[in-house]
């Protein structure tokens, strides 16, 4: 039989991990524009560019809108979206002259306005104000950029199916039957969606319920066509064809408590040649329960916050930072390595905080008034309110924290991962998905405290956190892979695995010739399928979820690939 036990269905990889880009569609409209002409109103155009290398470049325009102050515009803009990149965006708006060709004179330009991708899936509808040349207020002039996530993988379905009747195939028994359903593409061709089990020697089989993605089962389009054939068994390969029938996901979702949709099972042979041919059977389904799958994107857009912490590392082994081999000297002209990696990772998170404030921690230094060793302190040094204002005022802090304190260690960082993971727990027993945290650990070598680290992972793995680690300097950070958990389960000393993988790790000496962007690239890549995961595990829909599958179970579930 295992010519057909094997080709299951590919909904088996349901609640696997997700890839991490997106698309997004923008929408724009403007309002109180400024007015060139002279005798008739503008007639604007938006143009939105992009920046890579430093440079802008013209990604697409919309439409003109003749003679309108307040346009809004019918063109949809169609983006990737990468959490783990700064993706800069421009948005100009022009008043078009005859042709559809941006003028040269500075009157055609109405204003302008830079932001990022992050920024605007974040806010799910931003609005700014445009700005002229020079930073000048265009008049009272404002875009609004609606932000929505194409979401063609979007959820999957669970069939229970039973047939009725079956014409018998075999002389000495009854026939053994099981159920093939094919997509029908574009092109004719099909595609086998799922193979059920046989069931033996059964007229009015029973087939097990299977689950299968609406992108495998019809390719997320209710009318497509679904081809459904039942043989009897054969342990040759010879199966006696039984009968079909056609279906599609729209006639399947008529499926109600109490009502049953039903097929007659066809022989298009015995149609033909039979006159009192009626069908060899009837396929039933039963129940049809369809699941959501809600992605990063879901939660973000839904107002899910990201609260971003760094930790530094303050240990004796970074050198005096008045010396210029210090990994912790200030360069007037140059970040250090922590400056750069703080830099890169908050630029990402910053994004996604409303109020822009971000906690700054220090551990392994001696800090005033008494000079005691802490492995848990405010580098503002103020216990009671630990934050910073934007990513500007974490380096702010950092640079006025080094000449207060003296640099010592051991380089224990369980502390505050059990400080930031409590924290966590906090916002964790809300029952929404309204916060989630980044931990961003700074060091320049292997932890001391290894046992209580991966105990305290173990147990930060069931919050909303994750733990980024950056290895400063040219330490041999080979005993630190054993926290990221790519290699394998982390454990804590006692066996406990992580419930989820939550700990990227990787050595800045690794990118000191790349850009900033790919450091951030590679350290957050996996950050969209850590928030997913948490909070599907824990059963947790965005607090604004997209339109919603039209059906009232709806289960959150880890987005998945559709191969």
Not at 78 to 103: A, M
Request: include cysteine; proline fraction near 5%.
């Amino acid at each position: 039989m295992n010519d057909v036990q094997e080709a299951t269905s590919p909904a088996t990889s349901v609640g696997g991990p997700a890839t991490c880009v997106s698309k997004v569609e923008l929408r724009v409209s403007c309002k109180a524009l400024l007015d060139r002409d002279t005798l008739n109103k503008s007639d604007p155009c938006v143009v939105i560019m992009t920046q890579a290398n430093g440079q802008w470049t013209e990604l697409d325009r919309t439409e003109v809108i003749k003679c309108n102050l307040h346009p809004v515009f019918a063109k949809v803009f169609s983006l990737d979206y990468y959490f783990e990149e700064v993706q800069k965006l421009r948005f100009e708006v022009y008043d078009i002259h005859g042709t559809h060709s941006i003028g040269t004179r500075d009157d055609d330009f109405l204003g302008g306005v830079e932001c990022t991708l992050g920024q605007i899936v974040a806010q799910k509808k931003m609005v700014k104000p445009l700005l002229l040349k020079y930073g000048k207020y265009a008049g009272k002039s404002t875009i609004t950029v609606h932000a929505e996530e194409i979401s063609g993988n979007n959820g999957y379905v669970e069939l229970f199916f039973c047939a009725k009747k079956l014409d018998d195939k075999d002389l000495f028994s009854k026939s053994d039957p099981f159920l093939e359903i094919y997509r029908v593409n574009d092109d004719d061709t099909e595609q086998l969606v799922h193979r059920t089990e046989v069931i033996k020697n059964n007229l009015n089989p029973v087939w097990e319920p299977f689950k299968v993605s609406l992108i495998s089962l019809c390719s997320c389009d209710e009318d497509r066509k679904l081809k459904c054939l039942v043989w009897d068994y054969d342990s040759r390969g010879k199966h006696d064809f039984i009968g079909e029938f056609y279906a599609t996901f729209r006639e399947m979702q008529k499926i109600s408590s109490g009502n049953k949709v039903s097929w007659d099972c066809v022989n298009p042979k015995y149609k033909q040649k039979k006159r009192n041919y009626k069908n060899s059977g009837v396929v039933i389904l039963t129940d049809l329960k369809l699941h959501r799958v809600y992605s990063f994107l879901d939660y973000i857009m839904g107002g899910c916050q990201i609260h971003f912490t760094v930790a530094i590392d303050f240990t004796a082994s970074n050198g005096d930072p008045r010396n210029s081999c210090s990994l912790h000297y200030i360069n007037p002209y140059q970040p250090n390595e922590y400056l750069k990696a703080l830099i890169a990772v908050g630029e990402i998170c910053q994004d996604y905080d409303s109020d822009k404030r971000f906690s700054a921690l220090g551990f392994g230094a001696r800090i005033p008034p008494n000079y005691e060793v802490s492995h848990d302190f405010a580098i503002n040094f103020n216990p009671e309110d630990d934050e910073c204002e934007e990513i500007q005022g974490v380096v702010e802090a950092y640079q006025n924290c080094l000449p207060k304190i003296q640099l010592y260690g051991p380089t224990n960082v369980s502390p505050i991962i059990n400080r930031i993971a409590k924290l966590a727990a906090g916002d964790g027993n809300i029952k929404d998905a309204s916060r989630y945290h980044i931990l961003l650990i700074l060091t320049d070598g292997v932890v001391t405290d290894m046992a209580d680290t991966r105990e305290a992972i173990v147990r930060a793995s069931y919050q909303p956190l994750s733990i980024i680690i950056v290895g400063v300097g040219n330490a041999d950070f080979t005993d630190m892979q054993i926290l990221d958990g790519d290699d394998g389960v982390l454990r804590s000393p006692k066996g406990e695995p992580v419930l989820r993988d939550i700990v990227q790790f990787v050595p800045f000496r690794d990118f000191k010739t790349a850009s900033p962007a790919a450091l951030a690239k590679c350290v957050l890549a996996e950050v969209p399928n850590q928030v997913v995961e948490y909070y599907s595990h824990k059963a947790i829909s965005p607090m604004c979820p997209a339109q919603d599958l039209p059906t009232p179970i709806l289960t959150p579930v880890a987005s998945t690939p559709t191969e």
